[in-house]
């Protein structure tokens, strides 16, 4: 992002929030405090290094929350439907606009599995740990089809696949997933 858009973002978040001095500081310390903990699962050796991408990682989460702070004012400002959703889409690409940069700069200070692992940290790890998931899915299932593969009837092969099936409700369950509970919310949002 040009310097002089980011520090138009800088001067309008501080003219917003210099009324919520003490708030501003504790949001500060907050996303500092964030980004160390992202960093610190890096295990960088180099203290400087370590300083530029907290920095970077900090000034990500600054940047977002004004874009999310000023759509909020301009969308509260206006009762236009049509004139909220062009707001909406008008954050939604600044907001894209920032993450590319956001990303450009930690490439310059980071190895690719860096960048990838502080994407991870800033997204509460949901990628990999779902992914992690899906392949124990996938590997459950592809066992139950050689047993299925070997047995003698249509229905005993079904049978595999259903005793696979509650091996996998079991892990599922064993991750925080009710999947009757997620059965019966998906029923019901189709039938509205």
Known sequence: MPMKRFA???FLFLSVSMTF?????TYWKTITDRSAKIVAKLGLADLTKQETVVHIIRDQYYLLN???TLRDLKIKENTDKSLKEQ???ETLQETTNLNQAFVKRLKEVLTDSEVEAVKN???YNVYPNTVKEVHMIDS???EAR??????ESSEKKHAWFGKYKGKINNYLASHGYNLKEE???WAARLKK
């Open 8 to 10: 138009l973002f800088t």
């Open 87 to 89: 707001i909406t889409r």
């Open 21 to 25: 001095s003490q708030t501003e500081d």
């Open 140 to 142: 459950l299932l592809y």
């Open 146 to 151: 050689d047993f299925a593969m070997q047995a």
């Open 121 to 123: 940290g800033m997204t």
């Open 183 to 185: 059965g019966d919310k």
């Open 66 to 68: 004004a874009c999310y």
